[in-house]
């Protein structure tokens, strides 16, 4: 860690630093773990050299928006210490924000959990924005340049169509605050109680399906389609906002599945090593399901 982030952090937190430790998670690479006398904190914390660092203002600046926008609502997210925007600071980009307590759970979650998980979406959504100035920007789609249907694909023409449908124009649906990331490994729990919603590097302007399509290719990924099917039927209990018409939930489920190709285990992978039971064939499998049960019912 250069030493200028390290002076940064220490003037931020008016206490010294004691030590500054990587976390794995994510494919970011750029999470870390900083210890003071009196408490540990969390640093996003990306270089001149970072690989992605095209991304790094970009995640950043929408992650300090993110904890901001939810400080004192009833959505669990941490804290934003101190933000380094452009990097004049620490001759990169980044975040000090609070440690939350819980740990992520990848386990079949039970109808409690799944409950808890969908009211902690209902509660993103309801978050309210002040005004265009406040107003996160829209969503990034992660849809690869060169979008095909992929050589491993047992369903070859559900992966067309979804292609298809995402190369029209979008549905009216409307947009607000999402977290654009809300899935299982971004979620801290105590037993069956949420004790954070982390990762807002992608907190975004856009619609709430986006979100709950996420969460659901993920729980489906991770476990079944009916996992999937569970959660977002909770969602709409708790009464989560979807658009009603049919074929715009079609379109922002195909959006969010073609997102994870041309292959889907590299951007799951730290769900993989805390899961080592998931395999290329089911990971693939259960993907399609989501689009065969969002295409064909």
């Known amino acids: 860690m250069p030493a200028a982030v390290v002076r940064w952090c220490t003037d931020a937190l008016g206490e010294p630093v004691l030590d500054v430790s990587p976390l794995v998670g994510g494919i970011t690479g750029a999470i870390w773990r900083v210890r003071t006398p009196k408490r540990h904190v969390i640093l996003r914390w990306l270089g ?19 904890c901001r926008l939810t400080e004192g609502t ?15 600071a620490t001759g990169g980009w980044a975040n000090l924000t609070t440690f939350l307590p819980g740990l992520v759970r990848l386990d079949r979650l ?26 996160p920007r829209p969503f990034n789609d992660w849809v690869p340049r060169d979008v095909a249907v992929p050589a491993w694909a047992s369903r070859p023409a559900l992966w067309a169509e979804a292609i298809e449908r995402c190369a029209a124009p979008a549905p009216a649906t409307p947009f607000h605050f999402v977290h654009r990331d809300f899935h299982p490994g971004n979620v801290l729990w105590e037993g069956d109680a949420v004790t954070g919603l ?23 990924m991770l476990h079944a389609v009916d996992d ?70």
């Open 74 to 88: 009833p959505v669990p997210s941490p804290t934003l210490l101190a933000s380094d925007p452009d990097g004049a």
């Open 48 to 66: 001149p050299d970072h690989p992605h660092v095209t991304d790094a203002a970009d995640w950043v600046q929408r992650e300090a928006l993110g």
């Open 110 to 135: 039970g109808p409690p959990a799944v409950d808890a998980l969908a009211a902690l979406a209902v509660a993103v959504h309801a978050v309210e924005v002040a005004g265009t100035a406040e107003r």
């Open 198 to 220: 982390i990762d807002w590097a992608e907190s975004a302007w856009g619609p709430s399906d986006l979100d709950v399509a996420h969460a659901c290719a993920n729980f489906a």
């Open 228 to 297: 999937a099917l569970a959660f977002r039927a909770a969602y709409e209990d708790h009464g989560g906002r979807l658009d009603p018409d049919p074929d715009a939930w079609r379109y922002w489920v195909c959006l969010d599945a073609i997102a994870f190709l041309p292959e889907p285990m590299p951007i799951v992978s730290e769900l993989v090593r805390r899961r080592p039971d998931l395999d290329h064939a089911g990971v693939h499998r259960r993907l399609e399901d989501v689009l065969e049960v969002a295409l064909r019912g």
